[in-house]
């Protein structure tokens, strides 16, 4: 929807956000993507209805499409593109593709039921640049846009920095919208985060470092913590993956400083962001 | 709605309750304040057709309403108020309007939307004496009913008990109608509970030694320990806030005895408050 | 709804389910039961429309149904039942109504209302083989199936397993068609989970190898580590309970291989009930 079209917001004249410079949709930076684990057709409407400004994709997680009927599936999906957000299937339904050796057709499936992207992970399987490539050239051949993830889901298999900042590379330039960084559900013992989910402020800094461009991070924060130190780091245009599609409302408060923890953060100047726009 | 035309509940005949003594709607005690941070239009319906008699107060919390459309928020307050059930926006607001000199604009639109009641707290804001009594009575003045909140947000800016009990008694001789005790959307290392959600006893007893009439707080208490625990030491008609929507039934089963834990707690007699009704 | 007429998946022929052999309804094995501690009647369609296949109870968990009115509540047991789901009352209520000495009214208005199956438990009281043999018994004359629980909800109670396993045994002869093992919504320190919800495989392999046929069992198993090392240990078709509503995909797609934990250990080789299907 462009800003003309949009509804007028209820306290517009009341008063000012305490974070300036959020970026309005369209955007291509501060993107919001909601995790979702089974919303029902009415449950979906309802949410877009009132938070379709906030939410720039919703991923049906997992291979929880599965379970769909391709009835409620298409609906759905015209449905969520109706209030131009995008929506995609879990990364762990291409990771099965390429095991079983249907990777084209898994495309053109997902094409044919309406989804506009893919997202190619490696979080369980392992694969090679080359299937990785591969798997990006045979989306935009398939007309999908392309959202890749990096990072393993289980702890054990730990991937070097350099590994995933090479990764995050290749796939941008093979064609990748942006690269995900990997959270889990859960938040909880996954790249970034240690085990209670707390954001390992050095695992972090290592892994930007190494990445040129900031914004082409999505970085799948399901926990309020995680999200309040990503934005106090990054500001209010971080792009925040898996979240809950009860806390979209909740999150947008965060970013501008509705909501206690960052506003308390702007009173004290400690906002940085807000600073450098 | 008044108690004669209440609808017939499924098992009244099939036995009693094991707490006796629940006060009903229209009531001044007992009351249950559920935190919204953006329910859907028909979730909101399909909620309140279920369990509006159990419901006395819905929070639009943080700053979520500023994300609501005019239309879709003032199609909501009519909603919810069609149930007889209160609503107001969360104090970050109020604390929002007086940083930014807007107070009595915001009491207006406040109204002019259809909220019934304002609530008025500094969680996260310095706020004087002055300030706080001059913002209930411009609510007052706007025809809004006033909810107090006492107490900070962030631990490390404690307040002594006593300028809590202050704070109290002067909020309601100024004309609030209940004061909420802060517990935050977490439950967790704020007022009366430690950083793990459990109640601090001694605080819980200290803070309400010096309250006259314990039954003008509503404790934010959205942790079903900590629920059980205020029920054990008030009664079943103790006032609670930031109720998840999808528990007030649950809540409500335990204030009358119609789950374990205060079932066990009748059968052994340790449930006191039902002796002395 | 037999498998004839129900619906086309919408990735059926796009791949495999890595782990196969998963049963359809109606099935008499691998059923999942959720918990609903107050779905509106919107709510309760728009999970069934999209989840239906891989329901098989509702329970209205504790007291809860006490709030509904006659209306909503013979709406809402019409409704579910129309998805072909049974739907059954908390087993709190039967332990009240044998406090108060009204067990056959409890079940004949279980009846009327609509129920299909009826929960008996003694996770709060204490109750005689007889009353238990007497409440199986007064169930199926009234025309309702029986599923019961084990296990006491307090974990000062902790029963012996060998009389847990006779309860079992004794609950299956008289009638039960399943008996469900007590985990509490919170999963959290009752018989086979530890305080942090963690299996105590020596709890769960003892209390298995009395019991001449597992399949007889439902583990409440709210928690995702739980759901998934139980299917690890039973396989896809172990009968687990007290699943979150929004957790009904999420467990399907653990169930058969679709997330990453359960992909992964098919991979591995890890996944024993894969090779022995």
């Not at 004249?13 to 970026?23: K, L, Y």
């Not at 979702?36 to 994709?57: M, P």
Request: hydrophobic share 40%; glycine share 8%; aromatic share 6%.
């Amino acid at each position: 929807m462009s800003s003309e079209n949009r509804e007028h917001k209820a306290w517009r004249e009341a008063f000012d956000f305490p974070v300036p410079g959020r970026a309005e949709k369209p955007r291509t930076k501060g993107l919001t993507m909601v995790i979702d684990k089974g919303l029902g057709l009415t449950e979906t409407d309802d949410l877009l209805d009132l938070a379709s400004d906030y939410v720039d994709y919703i991923k049906l997680t997992f291979g929880t499409s599965a379970f769909y009927s391709t009835r409620l599936l298409q609906q759905k999906i015209t449905l969520v593109r109706s209030y131009g957000v995008d929506i995609f299937p879990g990364g762990t339904f291409l990771e099965i593709a390429v095991l079983q050796n249907r990777m084209e057709g898994y495309m053109e499936r997902a094409r044919e039921l309406g989804f506009t992207y893919i997202e190619i992970s490696d979080g369980t399987i392992e694969m090679s640049p080359e299937i990785r490539r591969n798997a990006i050239r045979a989306a935009l051949r398939a007309d999908l846009k392309v959202i890749c993830e990096v990072g393993k889901k289980d702890p054990r298999e730990n991937m070097p920095h350099k590994r995933m900042q090479e990764q995050i590379a290749a796939d941008l330039e093979h064609g990748a919208y942006k690269v995900i960084v990997e959270g889990r559900e859960s938040g909880k013992g996954v790249v970034i985060y240690d085990a209670e989910g707390k954001i390992r402020a050095d695992e972090l800094e290592s892994l930007v470092k190494g990445v040129p461009n900031p914004e082409s991070l999505i970085w799948e924060a399901p926990l309020k913590n995680q999200q309040e130190e990503l934005i106090m780091r990054f500001g209010p245009n971080v792009s925040l993956g898996n979240i809950h599609p009860a806390e979209v409302l909740a999150l947008e408060a965060l970013r501008v400083g509705l909501r206690g923890d960052t506003l308390k953060a702007c009173i004290r100047g400690l906002f940085r962001p807000v600073l450098r726009e």
